[in-house]
């Protein structure tokens, strides 16, 4: 039997009225959840922070969009890492951190549960967008970035001639799991000095920025956590976390109606570099219009994104995700 992690048990032996008290903030019970103006971002209404004690969450329903448990909470006023904010919290509610994880495992891992059958049958043979590109297109049987679960679980597949040759192509589904449209990503590095895209869509009418890759395959996650690319959504599974992606750098209308179909945390996390870092700020704006809770940001190293950086330091970018209005001071336009 696995030993609880010293979040697991902050998250079940915390008192809220304690924790206001440690935090010395006032906030004080209003109908079914206790409001105070928001500690995070400063407030700009009495009652605009709210803590839920069903969900055992705290949220700000203004400008910040903050939302998360005691420890995110803690991590978001202090302004540290969330490792950091366990042991602070660990030492006031007095629990040992020897022998204990700090974390709870994340939602799935490669390495502790096998992948999920999730796919509806309606994917599991997809349909193509014609028989010419039913012809050109066949399985992937392997290949030096991914692996055998990466393949299967987002059937991928190649192409020796036709409209996607020289290219891999990755099947792109709709919310509910159908076959809406195909992404061929050229094999190689040289595609400037060919003259072609690097990624090739299918033609009108798909619109890529009408869907998330991979929306269907993370419903159960916790966060919504948008990457640009395909790649990048692929290598985040590897990885063992559960990721979107916008399919380039803008996060459009039609995807954040998709995300309020589902309402969750959203975690940014664009490329390290100047058009990324401003897609994000985009994105933030976007979101926040919408009053629409933004959990962090993800910084990548300058000229980094998810697909090139080591399971290691995805974890750690993961854990050590900042507010967004850090992110805004951090790169002021």
């Known amino acids: 039997m696995r030993k609880p992690s010293v979040e697991e048990l902050l998250l079940e032996q915390i008192v809220p009225e304690d924790f206001f008290e440690f935090m010395g903030w006032k906030l004080k019970r209003k109908g079914k959840d206790y409001r105070w103006r928001c500690p995070i971002h400063g407030g700009d209404g009495e009652y605009n922070y709210a803590y839920d ?61 096998k992948v999920k059958e999730d796919l509806p049958a309606s994917v599991k043979e997809l349909p193509l967008v014609s028989a010419h590109e039913a012809k050109s297109l066949i399985p992937l049987l392997k290949h030096p ?92 599974f590897e990885y063992g976390f559960g990721t979107v992606s ?9 995807q ?30 976007s979101l926040m219009d919408k009053h629409m809770p933004i959990d962090g940001i993800m910084v990548f190293p300058e000229g980094k994104d998810p697909g090139s950086v080591s399971k290691e330091e995805y974890v750690r970018i993961f854990t050590d995700r900042i507010h967004p209005i850090a992110f805004l001071r951090k790169f002021p336009s």
């Open 53 to 113: 004690p069903k969900t055992r969450n705290f949220h700000c329903y203004s400008r910040c969009g903050h939302i998360g448990n005691f420890v995110k909470a803690y991590q978001m006023a202090h302004q540290v890492s969330y490792e950091k904010a366990l042991q602070d919290l660990a030492h006031w509610q007095g629990i040992s951190l020897s022998g204990r994880r700090l974390r709870r495992p994340f939602a799935f891992t490669l390495e502790d549960k």
């Open 145 to 236: 970035r991914f692996s055998q679960a990466s393949i299967e679980r987002f059937q991928i597949k190649r192409c020796e001639r036709g409209r996607y040759h020289h290219r891999i192509v990755f099947p792109i589904w709709d919310q509910e799991g159908r076959w809406v449209g195909n992404s061929g990503r050229w094999e190689g590095e040289n595609f400037d000095k060919k003259g072609v895209p690097k990624y090739l869509y299918t033609a009108f009418p798909f619109e890529k920025s009408h869907v998330l890759y991979g929306y269907h395959l993370v419903l159960n996650s916790p966060f919504w956590i948008l990457h640009e690319g395909v790649t990048d959504t692929i290598q985040a």
């Open 246 to 254: 916008v399919l380039g750098s803008s996060l459009s209308e039609e």
């Open 256 to 285: 954040i109606e998709l995300i309020r179909k589902k309402p969750k945390p959203v975690i940014i996390g664009f490329d390290g570099d100047d058009a990324g870092r401003n897609a994000a700020k985009r994105a933030i704006q």
